[in-house]
């Protein structure tokens, strides 16, 4: 998937999530729900595309 496609699939599942009022959620968690099977080149273009929503080892729904 590229990696526009991909930020676009993050978007609509981060807002279901913060419907159901998650917070945070796990890379590995992230990783599965958008079919994303290589985890550190996951977590690296996340890192790139929206540093500002790392948090350690969880993924911030909402940025810091």
Do not use: K
């Not at 998937?1 to 991909?6: E, H, K, R, T």
């Not at 807002?15 to 994303?36: H, I, K, M, N, P």
């Amino acid at each position: 998937m590229p990696s526009s496609d991909l930020l676009h699939a993050l978007s609509i599942w981060e807002e279901a999530a913060l419907s159901r009022r998650v917070d945070f959620v796990t890379y590995r968690r992230l990783a599965e729900a958008l079919g994303q099977s290589d985890l550190a080149a996951f977590r690296n273009l996340l890192a790139d595309q929206r540093p500002q929503h790392g948090a350690g080892l969880l993924w911030a729904l909402t940025p810091e």
